[in-house]
Every structure is written in structure tokens, then in C-alpha cells.
Nanobody, 115 residues
Framework: QVQLVESGGGMVRTGGSLRLSCAAS????????MAWFRQAPGKEREGVAC????????YYADSVKGRFTISRHNGENTVYLQMNSLNPEDTAVYYC????????WGQGTQVTVSS
């Protein structure tokens, strides 16, 4: 059974850090393009970061570039999102997505940044 489980969300103050985890089961994360998305209240879901299955190249949205880092641990079958220098605009539910032929989503984890 394919499953993605996010964890690591919480509430932090401006300037703080969080590390999100996306634990996968039922498939190998190194075979899939893995990505983090987020959705703030009243806004559309947006892509934040992704990592290629081919060469581990990474892509970041301009709004998080230089502050967020996506990484993949194949042995743990887990993808991480290290988030530094957080600000209130980063407040959202963060989702993990796996995509190859099929597409899978996690249930999301809430990140709240207070000023």
C-alpha cells in the first residue's frame, strides 16, 4: 500500500527553523520525483521545492530559495524539507508529493510562523 506521511510541522517564531519529514511506504522515493507543496488559507496550493529522481537536482520557488533545502535519504525512504529563517508568509499546510507515472500525496502537516 502506497503511503506518504508528513511530520515535523508546528509553531515557531519569525526567524525560527523546522525540519519536515515525508516518510514513504509502498514505493522507493529514489524512483520518484519528490516535492513539497504548501497551501495557505484562502490561497492555491503552490510548489515549494522538488528533487529529481534522476540526478537529485533540486528546484525551489523564489519565495523560499536560500532558506529551504530539500533532501532525500534513500535508506530511510524519506524526504526532508529543512526550513530556516521562517516568516509569517510561510504559514501553511505543507504537503509531500511523489510523482512518476502515478502521483501520490500525503495528508499534510501544519506550519505556523508567528511574528
Amino acid at each position: 500500500q502506497v503511503q506518504l506521511v508528513e511530520s515535523g510541522g508546528g509553531m515557531v517564531r519569525t526567524g525560527g527553523s523546522l525540519r519536515l519529514s515525508c516518510a514513504a511506504s509502498g514505493f522507493r522515493v529514489d524512483f520518484y520525483a519528490m516535492a513539497w507543496f504548501r497551501q495557505a488559507p484562502g490561497k492555491e496550493r503552490e510548489g515549494v521545492a522538488c528533487i529529481s529522481s534522476v540526478d537529485e537536482s533540486t528546484y525551489y520557488a523564489d519565495s523560499v530559495k536560500g532558506r529551504f533545502t530539500i533532501s532525500r535519504h534513500n535508506g530511510e525512504n524519506t524526504v526532508y524539507l529543512q526550513m530556516n529563517s521562517l516568516n509569517p508568509e510561510d504559514t501553511a499546510v505543507y504537503y509531500c508529493r511523489a510523482k512518476y507515472v502515478a502521483e501520490y500525496w500525503g495528508q499534510g502537516t501544519q506550519v505556523t510562523v508567528s511574528s
